[in-house]
């Protein structure tokens, strides 16, 4: 946050400014990749790291031993100097090698730290004790209102009455006078920051970033409260429960300083506030020379994909596809969708949002409950349930609590213990001799049929054809489509796993994809949806079918919802098997799995272990996203590192589509590239730890690392850690696009966030030319051409 330089703003509007910078994060049953960084996007890359570091001891960027070891593999002297010129650094590649380690630089101190500065090692620790006292209360808290009716002043008052109660607080911290300064505490949020910002705040102009220091405090739960208001922001709401978490933090600091008030303690509080402008440039410029690292490894990885990019792709099969499959663009997708394709030249994959366009929320076993089937970032406007008799609904809701029952890392003691003997044995059983996963929170009926209803009517026909008609133009499926079109969401299969939502669907809200693809395929196959889609020039043949599939991305298995037993003729069925077969054994190695064993049954062994701490990788390794038709890419293996949008620009005419690819599936890909680079560069705040240690919190609020701290967020170490090195490298997203230059840029100048991304060095955006044409890149609205190496090696191609 840039200090306020406006000292008229008060300081509740300066505290209110610092909340707006913390990013939301999912609860457990919803979790998706989140950007930490998103609320600092109108902040360039450089600025926001050096800030982040000084207020709150994160790091953006890695430390200088782990950029030097990318030294010639792949960082070339080249890259270095392209990089420091880039950044205005006169400085040779020897120079840059030469550069000594920066030292630690010290960084904002809160009150409670610097109390513990002075406090005997054996004491117990402010700064320990305040993230413990506040995280137990917002557990609490939130665990018994399920975020409902939380406000700030709710959740002040409620910490306060909570707070004033405790007297072993007292006992506890060796402070007798604390329970008096409890009970002094202004009862009003906006009260309390009066008074305290009184004391505490020697320059107005800085209050904004000393709110940013307190909640990095405790960003697990800030980053939680975040997402009330997120939610809220949806339905056109407001949720302010994050200011409460502040004010309890801002109160424990006051307490600390009125506790400690003396004259050395003011001089050396005034101080800090008098240098914050000195300590933030010290950080930047202690940034500069792992910045110039950062960039040029970026530049290595981009210049490679450049040159592959631009080599010329042979011809394909022009004729009517014997098999078009439609897949999410997850990462994990680009591996299966080369295996599909290796089987015959006649088969089609094709890349698109993994929701497939379809803002869903689904209602589960008939309840109450609406869980949302797209991306954060949307609402859903259509309502989805099953039309099941009533038996069927009480199983699925027997299975959905039998799941929740068994399905997370504490429970799993208590239903052994309910269960007896007889459930150790079915654990046993399940572990040693797995058999075909299932989801049974997410099981539906083979011959179930969905009703779709908006604003609380079904779904008429004209809109139902509406709704079809979009999603297949923007699928490029309008004409020539084969006889069967697999349309193929995705989830992930592990047990005793509290963040397995994070390994599912991220477009699907932290769901499999299995309900948007039975919807979208009851909609095509319906006879009556065909005829009037034709009022929309869209005709799909009598023979065409379209069947409802899901991608395991941890078996590497497509497990076909075909109601009628020919939907699949037997070459369709080999081509599947053959290609999860060919995925398995490409993912093995990176499993610590040999090639040659039998990888299937050891990667269902691994979906099914109780001990398991990495089903699978996830999207770890993921550095760029391609939106350009299948023909520029179907000849390269990306090693699923790649985000792979099918886009024709020639089809979109107003250029509609491309607009909303830009703005949307674009910012998705950068809020997961950015998580695992975030928890990677900063595990301490942005990552979840161990996940050995991990504890659910509330049911299904988060996990502690352990049983107690501040909330967990981010991605464990074990899914971008091996034990030996990083397999997941922290590099800012490449984005290619195949569309004209004006139609891009129109795009970008259009669309604030869109430009803040790229001009503020969050992502980079390129623009693919013709097959063996120049790339050009936007930047800050300009194009210039990307550089190439034309030495570049590993330049695989698909046989």
């Not at 009150?111 to 995280?135: F, G, K, N, Y």
């Not at 424990?252 to 003396?262: A, F, G, R, S, Y």
């Not at 539906?444 to 049929?449: F, G, R, Y």
């Not at 501040?710 to 997941?728: A, Y």
Request: net charge negative; proline share 5%.
């Amino acid at each position: 946050m840039s200090a306020i330089a406006d000292n008229s703003i008060t300081p509740m509007d300066a505290l209110t400014q610092a909340c707006a910078r913390i990013a939301p994060n999912w609860p457990l049953e919803q979790l998706i990749a989140v950007n930490p960084y998103w609320n600092w996007r109108d902040h360039c890359y450089a600025e926001a790291s050096a800030r982040l570091a000084a207020l709150g001891h994160v790091h953006c960027l890695m430390p200088a031993d782990y950029y030097r070891a990318l030294w010639q593999k792949p960082v070339q002297a080249h890259h270095l100097t392209q990089a420091a010129g880039e950044l205005g650094l006169d400085l040779s590649a020897q120079q840059l090698l030469d550069a000594p380690t920066p030292p630690a630089t010290r960084h904002w101190y809160n009150i409670s730290d610097l109390v513990d500065a002075e406090r005997p090692t054996s004491a117990m620790s402010w700064h320990e004790e305040i993230v413990h006292q506040l995280s137990q209360f917002c557990g609490d808290l939130l665990q018994q209102s399920h975020g409902q009716q939380i406000n700030a002043e709710h959740f002040y008052q409620a910490w306060l009455d909570v707070t004033r109660a405790d007297r072993g607080l007292a006992i506890l911290m060796d402070e007798p006078r604390l329970t008096d300064a409890f009970a002094s505490l202004p009862n009003r949020v906006e009260d309390l920051v009066a008074q305290a910002m009184a004391d505490l705040a020697p320059d107005a102009a800085q209050i904004g970033d000393y709110g940013v220091a307190l909640l990095l405090d405790i960003n697990g739960w800030a980053s939680s409260l975040a997402w009330l208001n997120w939610q809220a922001s949806l339905a056109g709401q407001e949720n302010d429960a994050l200011m409460g978490l502040l004010a309890a933090r801002l109160a424990w600091d006051w307490i600390l300083w009125k506790l400690h008030q003396t004259d050395h303690w003011q001089a050396r509080w005034h101080e800090q506030w008098q240098t914050l402008p000195a300590l933030l440039a010290h950080h930047s410029a202690q940034q500069q020379i792992l910045l110039v690292w950062q960039r040029a490894a970026e530049i290595a990885t981009q210049s490679q994909l450049i040159e592959r990019l631009q080599s010329p792709a042979p011809a394909t099969d022009t004729g009517r596809p014997a098999l078009q499959a439609a897949f999410c663009i997850d990462v994990r997708s680009e591996v299966m969708r080369r295996a599909l394709e290796a089987q015959h030249s006649g088969i089609q994959t094709i890349g698109f949002a993994g929701f497939f366009g379809l803002p869903l929320a689904y209602r589960p076993g008939g309840g109450a409950m609406l869980r949302p089937q797209l991306p954060g970032l949307l609402a859903p406007t259509i309502e989805v349930a099953e039309d099941n008799d009533d038996v069927r609904l009480k199983k699925a809701g027997q299975r959905s609590q039998w799941y929740r029952f068994t399905g997370s890392a504490p429970t799993t003691f208590t239903a052994v213990e309910s269960g007896g003997l007889l459930y150790l044995f079915k654990l046993l059983r399940q572990s040693l001799f797995p058999g075909t996963p299932t989801h049974p929170v997410n099981h539906v009926a083979p011959d179930a049929h969905f009703t779709l209803r908006q604003n609380g009517q079904v779904l008429d026909l004209q809109s139902k054809a509406s709704l079809a008609a979009g999603i297949l133009g923007a699928m490029g499926l309008t004409t020539e489509l084969a006889p069967r079109v697999l349309l193929i969401g995705h989830g992930s299969t592990s047990c005793n796993n509290p963040q397995a939502a994070g390994l599912d669907c991220g477009a699907c809200g932290g769901q499999t994809g299995e309900i948007n693809v039975r919807v979208l395929a009851q909609l095509l196959n319906d006879p009556q949806v065909r005829d009037a889609l034709l009022q929309h020039n869209i005709r799909i043949e009598s023979d065409t079918r379209f069947v409802a599939a899901l991608h395991n991305t941890t078996t590497d298995e497509i497990h076909c919802f075909a109601q009628q037993a020919d939907d699949l003729d037997e070459s369709v069925s080999q081509w599947l098997h053959r290609a999860s077969e060919q995925a398995r054994r490409e993912r093995a190695p990176a499993l610590g799995l040999a090639a040659s064993a039998p990888i299937h049954k050891s990667v269902l062994k691994r979906s099914q272990d109780w001990s398991q701490v990495r089903p699978e990788w996830g999207l770890a390794g993921n550095h760029s996203f391609i939106v350009a038709p299948r023909q520029r890419t179907r000849h390269l293996n990306l090693s699923g590192r790649s985000f792979l949008h099918d886009y024709n620009w020639q089809d979109d005419t107003s250029f509609s589509l491309l607009e909303l690819i830009m703005t949307a599936p674009m910012v998705v890909t950068n809020w997961i590239n950015m998580q695992y680079n975030a928890s990677v560069t900063s595990p301490g705040k942005f990552g979840s730890g161990n996940k050995v240690l991990h504890n659910v919190v509330g049911g299904n609020l988060g996990v502690f690392e352990g049983n107690g701290g501040d909330l967990r967020i981010g991605l464990p170490l074990q899914s971008l850690h091996d034990g030996k090195q990083w397999i997941h490298q922290p590099l800012r997203l490449s984005v290619f696009i195949a569309a004209p230059e004006a139609a891009i840029m129109e795009v970008y100048q259009r669309h604030e966030t869109v430009r803040q991304l790229v001009d503020n060095d969050w992502l980079y955006l390129f623009r693919l030319g013709d097959e063996t044409g120049p790339i050009s890149r936007l930047y800050r609205n300009c194009w210039s051409e990307a550089p190439v190496d034309s030495g570049a090696e590993n330049i695989h191609r698909v046989a």
